[in-house]
Structure formats: structure tokens, C-alpha cells
């Protein structure tokens, strides 16, 4: 399962994260994923909190933020962002065209509780 394997290393970063810095709970945690990664989120939030379980980050509220897929077409020259992960361009619909950004994957909010 893709979101099995993406949460799993989510959870690890978090793991080695709060064993460096010492942290002892993880209250949220905001991932941006880019929209050419078809992820569920709400099925990315359901593993988390099972693979968190007993960890410092048990029980953080995990959201994850979709980016747009930008998209860059070599028949209209015209760079473009989709919401969908439809290999196209957004313009003019030609598939002649190149990934600008939509693999992303990162960790962009982690709050905790410091003491
Ligand atoms: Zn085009």
C-alpha cells in the first residue's frame, strides 16, 4: 500500500527527530505532499496514528496539505498547476509536457511540547 509506505516514513522521521532532540510529545504534524503522489489523506492519518501508537507522537493531530502539480508544456510553452494528477497540460491539454513540481514530500509543521 503507497500511503503505508510514505506514513511509515513520515513516522521514522518523526521517531529520529524527537530521539535527537529529545522531544517527549508531538502534539501536530502538517506533511505536504505533491499532487502527483496519489495519496489519501485521511487513510495517511488513520496509519499514523496506529504506527505512532506509544511513541511520543501518539495522538498529534496529523494533516496533510496537497500542493499543486505544476506542469510545463512544450506545444504552448505555457507552465501551469493542475489540482488533479492528470499528466497534461492545464492550458491546452496537449501530453507533450514535463514535470515542473508535484513529487514533493516533507514534513513542513512539527509542533511540540517542549519540557
Ligand atoms: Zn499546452
Redesign the pocket.
Known sequence: MYEFSLTHSVNNAVQDLCRQVGWNKVRRILIKIGGMRKVNPELMAFIFAALSKDTPAEGAIFSVMMLPVTIY?Y??K?TGTREDSEFM?P????RN?KLISGLELAIEVLEVESG
Open positions: 508544456c506545444s504552448c505555457r497540460c492550458s491546452c491539454g496537449s509536457v
